[in-house]
């Protein structure tokens, strides 16, 4: 190992992150680290499964010798590692496949999992507690809305409703609620009660000093014009007027957003070009300062009546939560590292006897998206790392601050920053610049964007935008190709949009276009088209099918991409609300309607096939009742390729869903929504959001959708964080620059701090988007009429690459040393053929022969015949008659003749010891069954005397087990299994002629019921009949079956 | 071990340490099958060789219930007719059979019941030592958990000889000091166990037969034969010690491997977890996601399905996932997956109709009123007689309108309005009997009433076994009433007093919840692919057999970390750890791979949820020179796109119509409006007149909230204070109308978010009830609200009237400006007439005011009310300054006819039938959107007439 075996590395776009991380975890193998020594982490499953294949395949590659080899040796000197060869490496991976169970390569959620698991019980969680699914978590958060309001105060809400919607009275109570929740909770969990309490209001005017000060406005005077001999100035008599008019209607924000407060607040000493005097002034500032107060209060109330929400809303879906054995990822960090208390990892526990064994190596991957949350869970064991020194463990760590676009998940790209002050023993950062990945010409069009981000013009009149940008710039390193490859790089412009027209069509229609010539120039590239938003992905695939191109997304959609999956989710719909007949419209005009044997008139009135399809589900489930629909999809001319590929999927997840225990088709909808399904092929054009195409690459990119602001939306909440690994020390509900101005000591930050955060992720989200190329990169802008640049992303390319006015084919700019050949060499071999669309190759089976799990049946449980009553099957089985039953048949089974028969009370009862505990309750059964012995008929039937005819020879079976194949009437066979109370063979000269089948019936049965109790067994005998003449070979003519009744001592032959 | 790991060993504190008195290995004959062909087949023929047709005395074992019922029938095939057929049972069974427990055992529940009394006993320090916050924890839910970890654990350890006093010493190193003391305390509570079992003259069922095998309360009249029995727990080990001689194991392997086998037949762990396994690379396929491991069995099948018969080819299902995508690959090759999992009760019919009632019992709330009542076999039996109305309907139309709590003594609204629900929740109350009783009793009572309630919904035909759903109906039925008679039976000592009815049942299910039906047999006629889990693979018979999920964690599993007994800790006990899984895992994937002519494994690369997946490790267990292969075998292939070309266009679908359009005579003003905004929205909801229902709303939805509000001002229009100047009279009055609105409406505690709109609602009438006094102030008088023309009023187009109908919220006069046309606007953002009416280029958009001139003439006509009136809204919404009187500024007559001409326009369009444009609208609600085919790759076609 080098000098210090820790390692912090900065490694930008493409510069083989990956590549570093698997070098390190090679290079510990090599020195023979074991793997469960080495807890690697990362973000996404896909990231996660990533690392370890490339650390196989490097070996695999390695142990093959040559350039791997060789590559694999360098990277292990750099480490400090001695060189390896290829047998060494192909011991080594031998070595490691079969210990695949010991490596810790995780995503952080799945190391926290874990640990949540092995120590459930020591952080108060429900033992067994899984992760809940999206759509299961919303309903969760809905039933503890309503918890928390069922518990709240209704004064108390009615005052947060008011303060969230700024004194109006909205309607949507759920719906504001659950924003506050979606959007506040995150920021509730990281920080003290106190955070929330940071603006605060200074005084204002009492009732009759507002009254003065009003008056006072009244009577200030105005500046005149003309030197001070004209009239009073209009702009000034005006905005007088507004004032006095927002005094009075108690609108302070728009008091202090417009006119001369306005300007005072920004420190200028004119308005409207007219000195504000000190006369001004002193009529002004008090109701400045009382609007200030009117302002904050209201901020104050508001911060406060959303604490008081949330920390309510906690409790119930805490609550819930427990009840459903059900928790959150957000949930875990909070578990691990509470805010008040001391974090898991540092708690005294053992944590490496319970989780098998010690951590020595910490290997961090896209560390810029590590949540604050998290990073507390994990530094107490990367500071024992790290302050370990005996040299035996260490600490790695990669990331890249540019391309931290998970802030909305927490992410903190500062913890990356000031990871060299937190621990002192890291050697300097390494920063990778060198990309591996793209042409000198993509890299250079990122280098003109970033470069001089800090002067952009998009970022015009907004500081805090522009300072986000500077710091960017200042952060930036110019970008290096490592290989030589062709390029090429474009700024379109698409055509104005048509009257009405959304003004995205044009941008995304030139997109579909761009790639269209591209696939046809370059059969063999990958292309994708990224998109800031999921909203259009589908639009997107579907202007590309128009132009022949085939394309598919990355990361998945729910299915309500395929008509086919919307009739079955209507259908579905209709199932559980038979009212609902535009569900049933939608079912009956469609293709559907045909395989479920519905037409127009069920349209209109649909509560039969309502009632139907609620049956239907309760039998064969989701899975199975869909897949009873899908030949007819693959049959209906209405759907094509796209339907039936997405049928199949909402098969599977029918299946998948079916092991929920959930009987309302609602619950379903609501889980196929929630649920993205990827679309499996590897179509040459991928449609994905910025977000998605993390981590991959394609060889052209093609960015259509620029013309929107840095931020999608306004941010509801306000936080200020100032150290990154530390708790949120203030949170506030967001309000505009203007009203935060007022509060520059604390809200003002705060909003300068969100600002700055947005943009830089905005910026991020620009990086990762234009780093995805390898080669090539179109990128897409909305047309313009005026030329000045707009405060969006394509504002941003159009300062840092070309405003135009556009070339004839739109062309804002193109790189000069674009090159026409820009794509990468062709592969050898055959193309791989077009993915087959024929439904899956299905198995074509005989009909059965000799089927295994054979049919069983036993004569005993076919009492009352072939059909079963519930009741029966309801019937206590250990009740009462049970155990006395099984004792007297036990008792029976000694009897063999009368005649021999001589055992004594003692020792019958001691038989029966095991069966019936209870000394009385044998003794009762006992005399039960002598009295059943005494009785005419059993005597008749017990006595070998009066059974034998003359030369007849008897042989008696009792309780004899059989098991036998009899063939069925319908060609089939039955496996016949039990046993026989008693059989008697008989034997005339050593020949079989006879037999008769025994059942003791124990229950109490009077005399007058005797016949209705053997027409009820009949079934089982003719069975025990049936069976006896197979086993002996007699015709079932030969064979008797006879039911004796104990109690009444009744015995009755079964009519042959 | 290598220096490293030792070294790991003393960090955390392992310590060599004598596990509890290892077993003496039974002396037992063994006999070697060998694995050139399925075991269970040769296991069949040497036992009818050696014991020819008399297995009468004979207890053989096996390890799963599926390789018992297998042996049966071979056996039975294989034997002469009138043999005596032996006892078969599973190496589970064998100890109960061989040993006589001194006291009854405790059911799984009486266990838990037990363990929770003990670990209530607990001081609170102890109980804070096994789980932390568990003394505060007072519901039933989270100690039941607890006492069900604490069993599992308990049952975990004690076949194996072992019991918590033993993990005090052995469960920790000196360094784990925590570990220790949570052992101690559970080894008190487990002292409590034991005492709380005995008072109710019980036993664990472990503890019983150590004790059992302790006092020499052995059968031994019986011969014994173990069948593939490669582990067994320390318990049975003592057992078959204790036969002496009168044991065999017939072992799935060659007598050449003798030295992988201990004396009773038991793997020797150290000689197969390292031994490589004969897995042709062709035989193993990877494949990325269940679906697709699921489409390359279907591949192998289709190959194999030339030479092999359904029933001779059998599914391993090693991953529980792969299970539905094959199910459903089967069923479309017209072909059954017999999974032996059986159908989970939990899936079953009657199982539901419990869980749903115990739900419903427990919260009596409205969702679950709903959902009990949507269970098909509950449905028909609330329904009313006639059974007009489905009982979903009833409920979602009283939800719309009232948004209940729930069942109550008096359900708001009005009594037509009431009286289907009521009736429905009346029936429901006499179905559930007496479980519907908000009394306590005890288990006994409730199981009766569990039994009735069942036997009243399934009692009425007999079950026919030979159709599939009554026979798992059947199957499901009979084990809850095993499940319910084993509740009746646990001793009220444990109970712990009387229980709620939800409370029982919750107890009964909880207990089922792993419980399920055993699939059909085979059918003649039906082909059936059998599909075993991957412990019941070794013995398996079929020829042909494929493995989905031959993944590591599912084969073997591992453990890496545990809550009790980390891998390290069960190695130390002797318990069975991960090198004993890797042993026992190489062994059954070698039988499996050896014993037959094809076999195939299949491995995925991702869960469904997308979880990176690796392939089990025993597909290395091969030699070196191999394995990189096998490596780049599960390595993603460097995938290259498929050609972007796309020759077959999607068919595009018509936007969804009917054939038969029914004539519309009449239109209301309002729909104008529709029909301007989407011709195809008015085709739906106008034309076809179509619903939606959904009863998942929680609070009023922007419509009711509308109807409500309207109605407060309909009364307010109609009372004595409607012209009063004082806006407090207004108030109060609008206020007290509000609140005995929603109390008739929607009952005394109407839901948390209802109450709080009312609470909107009235903030915002506060600000109407000053801006309507000002209003009256300065003359206007209401003249007629919520006024309506019975007929409507015809109105001209081309020479053929059509009806214009609707209703005038409010009609105001003044004596000297004339009169006016109100219409009231609960929306968020107090909307402005004039905009809302035209566009910017002055086309109409909405022609509901100017149509309402047209409406009102008759009124106008009967009052002799002249002149152009104004027109406008009065908009109720959020924020207070949005709150006003909005009237149209300087609308003449030649606007009015303007707007009539739009409105004979529309009318000829919808004449035309030209419905079939989506327009400007983008619905919201789901079904809506699937008919605008908002969000779909394929857009319907626009256009056509009707
Ligand atoms: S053709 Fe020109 S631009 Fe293209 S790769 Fe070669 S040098 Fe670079």
């Known amino acids: 190992m080098s000098a210090s075996p820790h390692r912090l590395i900065l490694a930008s776009a493409g510069t083989g992150k990956t590549y570093q991380l698997s070098g390190r975890f090679l290079a510990l193998l090599f020195a023979g680290v074991e793997p469960e020594r080495i807890l690697a982490t990362t973000f996404t499953r896909k990231a996660a499964g990533e690392i370890l294949d490339r650390v196989l395949r490097r070996l695999v590659d390695a142990s093959a010798g040559a350039g791997a080899l060789r590559a694999l040796n360098q990277q292990l000197e750099a480490e400090g590692v001695a060189p390896v060869d290829a047998a060494r490496c192909t011991e080594l991976l031998a070595e490691l496949v079969r210990g695949l169970h010991r490596f810790r390569i995780r995503t952080l959620d799945a190391f926290f999992v874990h640990l949540a698991r092995v120590f459930a019980l020591e952080l108060a969680l429900p033992p067994e507690w899984r992760i809940l699914d999206e759509d299961e978590d919303k309903v969760l958060r809905r039933d503890s809305i309503s918890d928390a309001l069922a518990r709240a105060e209704r004064d108390e809400v009615i005052e947060l409703l008011r303060a969230l919607q700024k004194s109006g009275a909205s309607k949507a109570i759920e719906r504001t609620l659950l924003a506050t929740v979606d959007e506040g909770r995150s920021a509730f969990l990281d920080s003290h009660a106190a955070a929330w309490d940071r603006v605060s209001a ?33 702009t000034w008599i005006r ?47 008090p109701l400045l300062a009382h609007a200030r107060h009117e302002i904050l209060s209201e901020v104050q109330r508001q911060n406060a009546a959303t604490l008081a929400w949330l920390d309510r809303f906690e409790a119930a879906y805490a609550e819930r939560k427990d009840l459903d054995g059900g928790l959150v990822f957000d949930d875990l960090p909070r578990a691990l590292a509470p805010l008040d208390g001391v974090p898991l990892a540092a708690s005294g526990f053992d944590l490496w006897f319970r989780l098998d064994g010690r951590v020595d190596h910490l290997l961090l991957d896209e560390f810029q998206d590590t949540a604050p949350s998290q990073w507390r869970v994990l530094e107490p064991l990367a500071e024992e790392i790290v302050s370990d020194g005996t040299g035996e463990r260490s600490f790695f760590c990669v990331g890249d601050v540019k391309q931290s676009i998970y802030a909305w998940r927490s992410g903190e790209p500062r913890l990356l920053a000031e990871m060299p002050e937190r621990f002192r023993h890291l050697p300097d950062a390494t920063e990778l610049s060198q990309s591996w990945r793209s042409s000198q010409v993509v890299l250079s069009t990122v280098d003109l964007v970033f470069q001089r981000i800090g002067d952009n013009a998009a970022f015009e009149g907004q500081r805090s935008y522009r300072d986000a940008a500077r710091k960017w710039q200042e952060d930036y390193r110019p970008h290096i190709a490592a290989r030589e490859l062709p390029g090429a790089a474009w700024l379109l412009e698409a055509r104005p949009p048509h009257d009405d027209e959304d003004p995205d069509v044009p941008t995304l229609e030139l997109a579909a276009e761009r790639a269209a010539a591209i696939a046809s120039e370059a059969p063999h590239a990958t292309i994708a088209v990224l998109l800031r938003r999921n909203a259009h992905v589908a639009r997107m695939i579907y202007l590309l099918r128009q132009r022949g191109l085939r394309a598919s997304s990355e990361g998945g959609n729910p299915l309500l991409d395929s008509a086919a999956v919307l009739h079955a989710l209507s259908a579905l719909h209709l199932a559980d609300h038979p009212g609902d007949t535009s569900a049933a419209f939608h079912v009956c005009t469609s293709p559907l309607a045909a395989i479920l044997g519905v037409g127009e008139r069920d349209a209109l009135a649909p509560a039969a096939l309502s009632r139907r399809l609620r049956d239907d589900l309760a039998r064969l489930g989701f899975g199975e009742l869909l897949g009873t629909l899908l030949p007819a999809v693959h049959a209906a001319e209405g759907y094509g390729a796209w339907d039936r590929k997405r ?53 052209a990119v093609i960015l259509p959708e620029l013309d929107l602001r840095f931020l999608l939306r306004d941010f509801s909440v306000l936080r200020r964080r100032p150290v990154a690994a530390k708790e949120l020390t203030g949170v506030s509900c967001s309000r505009s620059h203007a009203v935060c101005e007022l509060d520059p000591d604390e809200l003002a930050p705060m909003r300068h701090e969100e600002d700055v955060r947005a943009v830089r992720e905005a910026l991020c989200l620009l990086y990762v988007g234009l780093t995805r190329a390898a080669h090539r990169l179109d990128i897409i802008v909305r047309h313009r009429k005026q030329p000045r640049i707009p405060g969006t992303y394509a504002g941003v390319l159009r300062d840092a690459l070309g405003n135009g006015p556009a070339t004839e084919g739109g062309v804002l700019w193109h790189h000069p040393e674009s090159c026409e050949a820009w794509w990468p060499p062709p592969p050898q071999g055959e193309p791989p053929a077009p993915e087959d669309e024929e439904p899956d190759r299905l198995p074509r089976f005989r009909k059965p022969t000799h089927p295994r799990a054979l049919p069983r049946r036993s004569p005993s449980a076919e009492e009352g015949g072939a059909l079963l009553a519930v009741e029966d099957l309801l019937r206590p089985r250990r009740a009462g008659g049970f155990t006395r039953g099984t004792l007297i048949h036990r008792w029976l089974e000694e009897v063999e003749w009368l005649e021999d028969f001589g055992a004594g009370d003692d020792e019958l009862s001691a038989l029966g010891h095991g069966i019936e505990r209870d000394e009385a309750a044998r003794r009762e059964a006992l005399t039960a069954f002598r009295a059943a012995l005494a009785g005419e008929e059993l005597q008749a039937l017990l006595t070998r005397a009066r059974q034998a005819g003359a030369d007849e020879e008897l042989e008696v079976w009792r309780e004899r087990g059989f098991s036998e194949i009899v063939p069925d009437p319908d060609g089939g066979e039955t496996l016949w299994t039990g046993s026989f109370d008693r059989v008697v063979l008989r034997r005339r000269g050593g020949e079989l002629t006879g037999a008769e089948v025994l059942d003791y019936k124990t229950d109490r049965v009077a005399a007058a019921g005797v016949e209705a109790r053997a027409a009820f067994y009949a079934p089982q005998l003719a069975g025990y009949r049936r069976v006896l003449a197979r086993m002996t070979g007699l015709a079932e003519e030969a064979v008797a079956a006879t039911l004796v009744f104990l109690e009444p001592g009744v015995v009755r032959r079964l009519p042959r | 071990m290598s220096p490293r790991k030792r070294e790991a060993d003393a960090a955390t504190g392992m310590l060599p340490f004598d596990a509890p008195a290892a077993p003496p290995t039974p002396r037992v004959r063994r006999v070697f099958l060998g ?71 405790a059911g799984r529940l009486a266990r838990t019941l037990a363990w929770r009394h003990a670990l209530e006993a607990l001081p609170a320090r102890d109980l804070e030592r096994i789980a932390r916050g568990a003394t505060e924890r007072r519901d039933t839910e989270a100690r039941l958990r607890l006492a069900d970890t604490v069993r599992t ?120 977890s390292t031994r490589d396994v004969p897995l042709d690379v062709e035989r193993w396929h990877v494949e990325e996601k269940p679906s697709d491991q699921a489409d390359r069995i279907s591949t192998l099948l289709a190959g194999w399905s030339e030479r092999y018969a359904a029933e001779e080819i059998t599914i391993g299902l090693a991953d529980d996932e792969v299970a539905p995508y094959l199910e459903r690959r089967l069923r479309a090759a017209g072909a059954r997956m017999r999974n032996a999992a059986g159908t989970p009760l939990v899936r079953t019919r009657p199982y539901r109709v419990l869980a749903a009632a115990a739900r419903f019992l427990e919260r009596r709330g409205f969702p679950e009123l709903a959902t009990l009542v949507r269970h098909p076999d509950l449905a028909p039996l609330v329904a009313d007689e006639d059974a007009k109305r489905d009982p979903a309907e009833v409920l979602d139309r009283y939800h719309e309108e009232h948004l209940p709590h729930g069942p109550s003594e008096d359900w708001p609204g009005a009594p037509a309005d009431t009286r289907g629900v009521r009736e429905l929740h009346e029936r429901l109350v006499a179905l559930l009997g007496a479980l519907a009783g908000k009394r306590k009793a005890e288990l006994g009572a409730w199981a009766e009433a569990t039994r009735e ?10 079950l026919d076994p030979e159709v599939e759903d009554e026979r798992v109906l059947a199957g499901a039925i009979t084990r809850l009433a095993e499940g319910i008679e084993e509740l009746a039976a646990v001793p009220a000592g444990l109970v712990g007093g ?40 070794a013995l398996d018979d079929a020829p042909a057999l494929v493995v989905a999920g031959f993944n590591e964690g599912r084969v073997p599993e591992s453990v890496q970390g545990d809550a009790f007994l980390p891998d390290a800790l069960r190695t130390k006990l002797g318990l069975p750890d991960n090198d004993a899984r890797l042993a026992r895992d190489v062994y059954a994937t070698t039988v499996l791979l050896s014993a037959r002519p094809d076999a195939a494994l299949v491995t995925g690369r991702r869960a469904r949820d997308g979880d990176p997946l690796v392939p089990s490790r025993i597909a290395f267990h091969a030699p070196e020179d191999e394995v990189a292969e096998r490596v780049r075998r599960f390595l993603p292939p460097e995938t290259r796109p498929e050609p972007a070309r796309d020759e077959g266009a999607d068919p595009v679908a018509p936007l969804p119509r009917l054939r038969e359009t029914p004539r519309v005579d009449r239109m209301s003003v309002t729909s104008f409006g529709d029909y301007l905004t989407s011709p195809y929205l008015f085709y739906l909801r106008r034309v076809l007149r179509l619903r939606t229902r959904d009863d998942s709303a929680r609070e009023l939805d922007p419509l009711r909230f509308g109807n409500f509000g309207h109605a407060v001002l309909q009364a307010f229009g109609e009372s004595e204070v409607r012209d009063s100047p004082l806006a407090d009279v207004i108030e109060d009055f609008l206020s007290q109308k509000a609140d005995d609105l929603a109390r008739a409406t929607f009952g005394k505690t109407p839901l948390p978010a209802v109450a709080l709109q009312l609470e909107q609602l009235k903030y915002r009438l506060r600000r109407f009830a000053q801006v309507q006094a000002w209003r009256a102030a300065k003359g206007w008088r209401v003249q007629a609200v919520e006024w309506r023309p019975d007929e409507g009023v015809p109105f001209d187009v081309d020479g053929e009237a059509i009806r214009i109908t609707g209703r005038i919220d409010r009609i105001d006069v003044h004596p000297d400006e004339g009169w006016a046309i109100l219409d009231y606007k609960t929306s968020e953002a107090g909307a402005d007439p004039a905009k809302t009416a035209r566009g910017r280029d002055g086309t109409w958009r909405n022609l509901q005011l100017p149509l309402y001139r047209l409406l009102a003439e008759p009124l106008a006509r009967q009052h002799g009310l002249e002149g152009t009136p104004q027109v406008g809204y009065v908009t109720i919404a959020r924020e207070a300054e949005d709150i006003a009187f909005k009237l149209v500024d300087g609308w003449t007559d030649a606007d009015f006819e303007d707007a009539y001409s739009a409105a004979a326009d529309v009318v000829r369009k919808v004449r035309r039938g030209e419905f079939f444009e989506l327009g400007g609208y983008v619905p919201s609600e789901p079904v809506l959107r699937a008919l605008f085919g908002e969000g779909l790759l394929h857009r319907p076609a626009e256009g056509g007439v009707a």
């Open chain 2, 498 to 537: 009387k229980l709620l009815a939800h409370e029982a049942l919750a107890l009964l299910l909880r207990q089922l919840r792993g419980a399920s039906v055993a699939p059909a047999p085979a059918r003649p006629e039906e082909p059936t692919v059998e599909a075993l889990g991957w412990l019941e693979l």
């Open chain 1, 202 to 234: 200074p005084d204002g005017l009492d009732d009759e000093r507002l009254a003065q000060a009003l008056e006072d406005l009244e009577t200030m005077e105005l500046p005149r014009t003309r030197g001070g001999k004209g009239p009073e100035a209009k």
């Open chain 1, 239 to 285: 905005a007088r007027d507004e004032l006095i008019e927002a005094v009075r209607a108690e609108t302070w924000v728009q008091m202090v957003d417009k006119g001369i407060l306005k300007k005072i607040l920004e420190g200028e000493t004119t308005y409207s070009s007219q000195d504000i005097t000190q006369h001004h002034m002193d009529v002004l500032l």
């Open chain 2, 453 to 462: 309630l069942l036997g009243t919904v399934y009692g009425a035909a007999p």
């Open chain 2, 153 to 272: 654990l308990h049952g975990l350890l004690a076949p194996e000889g072992l019991d918590f006093d033993a993990l005090v010493d052995a469960g920790s190193g000196p360094e784990q000091e925590d570990e220790r003391s949570r052992w101690a305390a559970l080894a008190r509570a487990q002292a409590t166990y034991r005492e709380v079992l005995a008072r109710e003259d019980l036993v664990d069922p472990h503890e019983g037969r150590r004790a059992a095998i302790d006092a020499g309360r052995i059968r031994r009249d019986r011969d014994v034969v173990l069948v593939g029995v490669a582990d067994m727990n320390h318990l049975l080990a003592r057992t078959l010690a204790e036969l002496d001689e009168r044991a065999t194991a017939l072992v799935a392997a060659p007598a050449e491997l003798a030295d992988g086998f201990d004396a009773a037949g038991r793997l020797f762990p150290a000689f197969w």
């Open chain 2, 35 to 105: 694995w050139d062909r399925p075991p269970l087949a040769a296991a069949a023929e040497w036992l009818l060789r050696e014991r020819e047709a008399d297995l009468g005395e004979l207890l053989i074992a096996l390890p799963g219930g599926r390789a018992r019922r297998r042996l049966g029938e071979l056996l039975a095939r294989g034997a002469t007719a009138g043999w005596r057929p032996p006892r078969l049972v599973t190496q589970g069974e064998l100890v109960d059979e061989l040993l006589q427990l001194e006291r009854p055992a």
């Open chain 1, 647 to 699: 049928f199949a999927q909402l098969v599977d997840l029918g299946y998948a869903f079916d092991r929920r225990e959930e009987l309302r088709a609602d619950a379903f909808l609501a889980f196929v929504r929630d649920t993205p399904v990827e679309d499996p092929s590897s179509t040459q054009v991928k449609v994905m959001t910025t977000h998605a195409a993390k981590g991959l690459e394609f060889d």
